[in-house]
């Protein structure tokens, strides 16, 4: 079972919500326009738990995701679902050209991973 541990505002973070599972797992979501879940919830993947923004401290709306796992920070580039793209959003057939797009945060769901 996943459930939200922290649903807040912070100077740093802005809006930010902390979700943890049984098995040590801890994503961190933050600079939200607005949350979407409530302390104390329980939260499914896919489900969204905020809209992206600009709140607390920095510049321009971001995804802004921290994973941990039994309290360690580890890269989570791995594992996100791309479907038939790459996080880098190039297509299998551009071969050697690798196209670094930038996807548009403004107002995006945050999904729970």
């Not at 709306?61 to 796992?69: F, K, V």
Request: proline share 4%; charged share 20%.
């Amino acid at each position: 079972m996943r459930k939200v541990i922290e649903a807040d505002y912070d100077s740093y973070y802005g809006n930010y919500v902390v979700i943890t599972d049984s098995k040590g797992y801890t994503t961190k979501y933050a600079h939200m326009d607005s949350l979407t879940v409530s302390l104390g919830q329980s939260v499914k993947k896919s489900d969204t738990v905020g809209k992206s923004g600009n709140t607390g401290n920095g510049i321009g709306s971001r995804l802004h995701i921290e994973c941990l796992y039994n309290g360690e920070y580890y890269n989570p580039l791995f594992y996100f679902e791309a479907g038939t793209q790459t996080i880098y959003v190039e297509t299998p057939d551009e071969e050697q050209a690798m196209s670094y797009r930038r996807i548009p945060m403004t107002m995006q769901p945050y999904r729970y991973l």
